[in-house]
């Protein structure tokens, strides 16, 4: 029986067969900066994610948007990763730039870019990528995503499930809450990864 949610486990073998590769991606705000703890920004996140998906540029399975940084759990479909990371972080640092403009917020001064091409850095540059090579590495790297809101103890979430802006709920309700969320997890996978929440 399928479930509408994440299908990590059951299909690995045949996303390799494919010829898609899982991914593992984080980006970090500048600096560390917790630019993405306005709510505004956190939904520029997840409009731009589920505007990936829905073009086919990329299918996502797991993810997390924390105050300073995102991690996500996603396989390329259309788009190599320099496409995918430089059109996916260009618009999100766009977008939520305009939401500091609209406020005439002073951390804009603090986002100046010494470089020539941009007059504000939102991003850190060179975000982090590594390919999931096996079921056991894809479990951890969903745990890790997931149990990030509760190490960071400022955020006040006990479970992965408290933190509303992560697929954690998803995996434990057995629904998709997130529209852009692949829909693969079979019941024994879901049931496995269901015990550590």
Known sequence: MLVFLPRIFSIFMSMYESFQECQFFTATNLNWMPLL??????????DSLSY???????????????????HLILDLVKDSKSTFQRDFLRFTAQQC??????DNSSILTKLLSTQNDRKYQF????????????EEDLFQKIS?????PVVKKQLNCHRPTDYKWSSAKSFFDKKAIFD???????????????NTY
Request: hydrophobic residues 45%; aromatic residues 16%.
């Open 123 to 134: 991003w850190e540059r060179n975000p982090f990528w590594t390919p999931i090579l096996s």
């Open 97 to 102: 730039l305009f939401n500091f403009k609209a």
């Open 144 to 148: 890790y995503i997931h149990f990030n």
């Open 180 to 194: 852009f969320i692949e829909p693969i997890l079979t019941e024994r996978d879901w049931n496995h990864l269901n």
């Open 52 to 70: 990936m998906v829905k073009n086919n540029r990329c299918k996502i399975y797991a993810f997390v948007i924390m105050p300073n940084h995102i």
């Open 37 to 46: 703890k306005d709510e505004r920004n956190k939904k520029v996140i997840l």
